[in-house]
C-alpha cells in the first residue's frame, strides 16, 4: 500500500553531515537560556527563548512565525504551506520551556553552558524539549534540499508552548483561541522518546487521566477514642475501607463501569508489545520497587501503558505526628487518579466514581468530592497512513525495524486531539537514560541526528501516501 | 453479708456543714495555684502545689507526708495508719497538675481566680482533679470526728501525682520505686465522675491501651503514576487495605485472637448498664458525631466501656497538599490504637497484631511497626467486697441507689493495679457537664460534699465489711 518516497537515504545524511556543527551551535546557544517557567524570576528567559526560536524558524523558512502571548508564558507557532493545496495538513508540537536546574543538584557541569561529552549533549532541556523541538529545524531544511522544493511537501505547522513544565495552565485556551490556525489533519508530538538507543521506537498512544478528592467527615472535631471509640464511625477507617473496596483480589478496579468501552488490545498489538526487549529486573530498578503488581492477566508494559488504574496519590488524616494521639479523627481524604486509555470518557468516570462513593458512605459520614479537569487518553490505530508513514521514515532513517511503544502518562497533546480533531502521532528520539528533569541531563547526538534525518524523510512519505480527503 | 457501720448520717452532714467553708476556703487557695504540669514555666507553680497538699494533709492529721521527687513533677504521699494491724489498706490516688487555661480560651473570668455562682465552683482543676483530691481531707475528718475515733478504720495512704495532664510519663517509675510503701489492698481513684447530678454512680472498670504505628514502605521514592502507575504495588492501597482488613462488616476485629480472654458481660451486669438512663440522642451531642456504629450485638455504652477496639488514630502517605500530585507514594503509615478489656493481654495483643500486620504485606512492600508501652485494663467484679463498700457509702451520702459505669478511656491507675496487685476502685463525683479540660471548668459543690460524705462512711464501712487476711 505504501509509494515510494522521493527522499534519498544518502544524500539526506550528507546534507545533515555538513549542517551539523552550524545545528549544534544554533542550539547550544537555545539551552544557554534557561527558561525555566516554574520559577517567576526566570519569566524574562521564557520570554527571550521564544523570541530566539521564533527568528530561528523564520530563518530556516517558514514564511509566518509568531509569538503568542497566554496568560502565563508565550508559545510560538509557526506555518509553512505546502504548494500543494491537498496535501495534509501536520501540527508539530513541543516545549520551549524547561525543568528547573541548578549545579548544586548534583550537575557535572553548569546546567545552562552545554558541554559535549563524546556523543552527549548535555544540558537542561537537551533532550526534554529543546533538542527535539530544534531537529524540525535541520529536518525540513534537509526535507527541502534534497527533494528541490521549495516549500515542504505537507503543509507544516508548529505549536512550540512555554508552560509545559509548570502544568500547561494556559494551553487548552491558547488552543481554543487559535483552533482556526491551529487546524490540521495529525499532530506530531515531539517530547517522548524511544525505548532504547538500539531499538527504535514509536508510540501509538497515551493514557488519559481523571483525578479527584474524596474528604470523609465525621465527629465535628477530634474526639477521644477511649470515650467515644468503638460506637462512632472513624472517618480514617472509613476511607480506607473506600479505597481498599477499589481494586479486587486480582488488581482490577472494582467500580461498575469503570472498564466501559476500554479498547482491548488486539492479537497483533499484543505481539508488538512483547516483541520489545523487556527486562523486568531493569524495569523495576527504574521504578525503584521491588514486585511488579497489577491487574491480573496483563503484562508489566500492558498495564502501564493500555489499562486504565486507580491509584492513591496521597491519603491522610487524623494525627500524623510523632508518637501517639487517642483520638477518632475529624476527618480524612484521599487523593485518586485514574489513568485511562481510549474508549473510556472521563465524564463517565467522574459520574461512576461519585456514584460508587456515595454508595459507600457508612451512616453518620458526610462526604466531599471534587474533581479536576480531566485529560482524555489518545490511541493512533496501528494501520493509520500517517502513523506507518511515521514508521516508514523512523526505519529509513535508523536502518532497523521500529517498533511499537505506548505512553503511560497523560499530557497537553491530548487538548490538541479533543480541540482540533486530530489524531495524535509521537516522534521522539530520546531515551531513558537521558535523565529528564534530573541532573546532567542530556541528548544523545547521533539519536539527535536521527531525529532529523527521520522528519527529511517524513514529509514527502506522508505527502505521497496520505493524501488530505477533503 | 454486709455489716451496719458505725457512722452517722446525719452527724457526718452536720460535721461537714459545720466545716464546709473553710474546707471551700482552703481548696480555693489549693485552685489558686496553677500547676500546669504541661508547661515548663508554671514548674515552680506544680511544686508550689505539691508542698500546698503535703502541709494541708499534715494539717488534717496524716503521720506521714512526703513530697517525692520524680525526673519531673513531684508527687505527694501521705499515710496514716490505723490502729488495729488487721484493717485492709487502701491507697487513694489522683492528682495535684491541672490542664493548661487561659482567660482567652473562652472563659468568662480567670481560670485561676476561682468564682463560686450559685451551686458551682468555677476554676481550672475545680473537677479534674483537686476538688476530687480534696474532698478526702474532709472525709477523714469527719469520719474521725463522727465515730470518736483517733486514726481512720483503714490504714490510709495517698497518692497525688503531679504529671497526670502530661501524659503520667514518670509514673510508672514512681509508684515501682515506691512500691513497698505503696502496698495495699485496693487502690481508690478520685479522678472521675459519676452518671449524671441525679445518678450517682461507681465506675468498675477501665480500658487497656496498646498502640501502635505501621510503616509501609513501596519505591524507593515518590514515582511518577503515569510512567509505573497500575505496575507496582502502592504502599497508600495497601496499607488502606490492611485497615480495612482489620474490621469484618459486622464491626467487629478480624485479627485472629483479638478476643482471646475477653471477659464478656454478664447478664446481670448487662441489666445494670441498661439502668442507666441513657439518651442516644444526648449521647451523640456529647461525642459531636452523626450516628452509632459499633460491634454488633452491643448497646453504645457496652461498645464504649466493655468492648475492645481497634482504631485508626492517623493515617497519611503521599501527597496531601493542595492540588494534585500523580504519584505512586513511597510509603504510607497509619496509627492504630486497641482499646483492651480485662482478659486480654496487651503482649498477645501486640503479638498477634505484629504476626497479622505481616501476613498481610503485599510482595514488593516493606513494613515496621512498633509499639508504645501498653496501658493493662482493669475491672472490678460487682461482688468484690472493697467494691460493695463503695456502693453503700455513696448510697447513705446520696440517698438514692447507686449505679454501675465503666470507664472507656485507659489511665495510670492500671499501673497501680499491676504494680502493687492490687485491685483498682474508683470514687468521683464529678458529672459530664464540668468541662474537664475545656472553659469555664466547675465542680458542683453540693457532689463534691457529697464525696466528702461518701468517704466519711466508707472508711468505717471497708474496715467492718473488708476484713484483711493475712
Given at each position: 500500500m505504501s509509494h515510494p518516497v522521493d527522499s534519498d537515504v544518502s544524500a539526506v545524511r550528507t546534507y545533515i553531515e555538513q549542517h551539523r556543527a552550524a545545528f549544534l551551535d544554533d542550539l547550544a546557544e537555545w539551552l544557554r537560556i534557561p527558561s525555566v517557567s516554574a520559577q517567576p524570576d526566570h519569566a524574562a528567559d521564557v520570554r527571550r527563548s521564544a523570541d530566539w526560536l521564533a527568528a530561528k524558524l523564520r530563518e530556516t523558512g517558514f514564511p509566518t512565525v509568531e509569538v503568542w502571548a497566554t496568560e502565563g508564558a508565550p508559545a510560538v507557532f509557526a506555518e509553512w504551506p505546502a504548494n500543494d493545496p491537498a496535501a495534509p495538513t501536520v501540527l508539530v508540537y513541543g516545549h520551549h520551556d524547561v525543568q528547573p536546574a541548578a549545579r548544586e543538584d548534583g550537575w557535572g557541569s553548569d546546567p545552562f553552558e552545554p558541554v559535549v561529552r563524546g556523543n552527549r549533549l548535555h544540558a537542561r532541556g537537551a533532550a526534554d524539549d529543546k533538542g527535539q523541538v530544534f531537529f524540525h529545524t535541520l529536518g525540513v531544511r534537509a526535507h527541502l534540499a534534497t527533494t528541490g522544493?521549495?516549500?515542504?511537501a505537507v503543509h507544516l505547522k508548529m505549536l512550540v508552548e512555554g508552560e509545559e513544565e509548570s502544568g500547561s495552565v494556559h494551553f487548552r485556551d491558547l488552543v481554543e483561541e487559535h483552533a482556526d490556525r491551529l487546524a490540521s489533519d495529525a499532530v506530531i508530538v515531539s517530547d517522548t522518546g524511544m525505548w532504547a538507543e538500539d531499538t527504535p521506537t514509536v508510540c501509538t498512544g497515551m493514557r488519559g487521566l481523571a483525578e479527584c478528592e474524596i474528604h470523609f467527615h465525621g465527629p465535628d472535631q477530634d474526639i477521644h477514642s477511649g470515650s467515644f471509640g468503638g460506637a462512632v464511625p472513624n472517618p480514617a477507617t472509613a476511607i480506607a475501607r473506600l479505597v481498599a473496596a477499589l481494586h479486587d483480589d486480582h488488581a482490577r478496579v472494582t467500580i461498575p463501569g469503570f472498564y466501559d468501552g476500554v479498547t482491548e488490545l488486539t492479537d497483533r498489538e499484543r505481539e508488538l508489545l512483547a516483541e520489545l526487549p523487556f527486562d523486568e529486573e531493569r524495569w523495576l530498578r527504574t521504578a525503584k520497587s521491588y514486585a511488579t503488581h497489577g491487574?491480573?492477566?496483563?503484562?508489566t508494559l500492558e498495564r502501564v501503558w493500555t489499562r486504565p488504574t486507580a491509584e492513591v496519590n496521597g491519603i491522610g488524616g487524623g494525627y500524623q505526628g510523632p508518637g501517639s494521639k487517642t483520638v477518632v479523627p475529624a476527618s480524612a481524604m484521599v487523593k485518586l487518579s485514574f489513568r485511562l486509555v481510549a474508549g473510556q470518557d472521563p465524564d463517565h468516570i467522574e459520574k461512576i466514581v461519585r456514584d460508587w462513593t456515595a454508595d459507600r458512605v457508612p451512616a453518620g459520614i458526610r462526604h466531599r468530592i471534587t474533581f479536576a479537569a480531566a485529560t482524555r487518553p489518545c490511541l493512533t490505530p496501528l494501520d493509520h497512513p500517517a502513523l506507518q508513514s511515521v514508521v516508514r521514515a523512523m526505519g529509513r532513517a535508523f536502518g532497523k525495524p521500529v517498533r511499537y511503544t505506548r505512553e503511560g502518562g497523560s499530557g497537553p497533546a491530548a487538548d490538541l486531539q479533543d480541540v482540533l480533531g486530530a489524531p495524535v502521532l509521537f516522534l521522539g528520539i530520546s531515551v531513558p537514560s537521558d535523565g529528564w528533569h534530573a541532573p546532567n541531563e542530556k541528548v544523545e547526538i547521533d539519536l539527535l541526528l536521527k531525529g532529523v534525518e527521520t522528519t527529511a524523510h517524513l514529509w514527502g512519505d506522508l505527502a505521497e501516501n496520505w493524501r488530505h480527503e477533503s
Open positions: 522544493r521549495a516549500a515542504p491487574e491480573a492477566g496483563h503484562t
